[in-house]
């Protein structure tokens, strides 16, 4: 078993940057791959981007040369640092993590203002 915890949404204004964190506890040595995904109203969750234990990304196209995940050497904590960020990305980003099953925190909510 993992828990995820998230913090750092907010409101931000179009342009501006936020950073999202996430800690994971529990088995964490069981990790492969952590990271983000957000859900848009009505809308399932997408992915925004991951990262393996190797250091191997999968991101959303929408957010490339905006986003940037990064993660500890343990799999412990894993950060979204978000730029540029335009009223599109006005969503709840979800912490995520992969072992032999998949894990999710509790959400975070992220506006953005035009």
């Known amino acids: 078993q993992v828990q995820l915890v998230e913090s750092g949404g907010g409101l931000v204004q179009a342009g501006g940057s936020l950073r999202l964190s996430c800690e994971a506890s529990g088995s964490t040595d069981s990790i492969m791959v952590i990271g983000w995904y957000r859900q848009f109203p009505g809308k399932q969750r997408d992915l925004v981007e991951t990262?393996?234990?190797?250091?191997?990304?999968n991101y959303a196209v929408s957010v490339k040369g905006r986003f940037s995940v990064s993660r500890d050497n343990t799999m412990t904590t894993v950060f979204l640092q978000m730029n540029s960020l335009i009223p599109a990305d006005t969503a709840v980003y979800y912490c995520?993590?992969?072992?032999?099953?998949?894990?999710w925190g509790q959400g975070t909510q992220v506006t953005v203002s035009s």
């Open positions: 995520y993590a992969m072992t032999y099953g998949t894990y």
């Open positions: 990262i393996t234990r190797s250091g191997i990304t």
